[in-house]
């Protein structure tokens, strides 16, 4: 099951980044505007349907990952997206990529082995009751709310990006909750159950405010800023969600060492690879 867990996260994090990257590369082909006409342009543009199907395959991969495994595994994992979609878009965008940024790759990759081997993430309960889900929600959801306000508040462009980044990360973890509360309804009960369950909506709200945060963050400022937030934080809360929903368990005492030193070259490896590689925020988002 573990292992399921891990395929199916590396697969969703590849074919999230595939989905990226080929949209950004139709979204380039057309001119500028909104609305059905852009929809109209995007269909007829082969790279967008590429683009979709990745995404979409990204969403299933994630939900049958979250079945087969500890969401403190599962998420962190999608940290590997970021390399994937330079590694697609590389050779699409008829670009290469520096020494520096191979070893930024490299670190992120590395550190990421670090961190889940020394966490060694265990338990895989679908489940949880609303004496967990209501303080969970109404902690994330002020969270979320704090860190707009902050932003809003703020006049450095580099503290507003990380803050709208850092709600957007929370708003993923949550939404990652949510999909594998409501992917265990579907799994142990069947699909009525899975479309009268809270979570099924609540999975889609927190998903598309996630996602509207994260569009806010990178026009408020650097990807330096934004990038680290958003890819630190996600596997922060949703290792955080785990533990606390689902009662999932990671190692402590000694283990705590390693698993810093992993985050730490997972951070080194991000904001090196937003600084040495050009133009990433247009590969990756």
Do not use: C
Not at 140 to 158: C, D, F, G, K, Y
Not at 184 to 196: E, K, N, Q, S, V
């Amino acid at each position: 099951m573990i292992v399921l867990a891990v395929l199916f996260a590396v697969l969703g994090a590849a074919s999230n980044a595939v989905g990226t990257v080929f949209q950004r590369k139709a979204a380039a082909t057309v001119a500028r505007g909104g609305g059905v006409r852009l929809l109209l342009a995007l269909a007829r543009r082969p790279a967008w349907a590429i683009g979709i199907a990745g995404v979409t395959g990204a969403a299933l991969f994630q939900a049958l990952a979250l079945i087969n495994g500890p969401m403190a595994l599962v998420q962190p994992v999608f940290i590997l997206e970021l390399p994937f979609a330079l590694l697609v878009a590389v050779p699409l965008l008829h670009r290469r990529l520096s020494a520096a940024a191979w070893w930024a790759v490299g670190a992120v990759v590395a550190g990421l082995a670090l961190l889940l081997a020394s966490a060694a993430p265990s338990g895989n309960r679908r489940q949880a009751g609303m004496d967990r889900w209501i303080p969970v929600l109404v902690v994330a959801v002020a969270v979320m709310a704090v860190a707009v306000l902050l932003a809003r508040s703020a006049s450095s462009p580099l503290f507003r990006a990380a803050a709208l980044a850092s709600a957007a990360a929370v708003g993923n973890a949550l939404t990652a909750a949510l999909l594998k509360s409501a992917t265990g309804r579907l799994t142990d009960d069947g699909l009525p159950a899975f479309l009268t369950a809270w979570q099924t909506y609540g999975f889609a709200v927190t998903g598309v405010a996630a996602l509207l945060l994260l569009e806010n963050a990178l026009q408020a400022g650097p990807l330096a800023a934004s990038q680290p937030a958003l890819t630190i934080g996600d596997a922060a809360v949703s290792l955080l969600l785990g533990v606390v929903l689902f009662e999932e368990q990671i190692r402590t005492g000694w283990w705590l060492l390693p698993e810093a030193i992993g985050v730490l070259v997972i951070l080194w490896g991000v904001l090196r690879l937003t600084r040495v590689v050009p133009h990433l925020a247009d590969v990756v988002h």
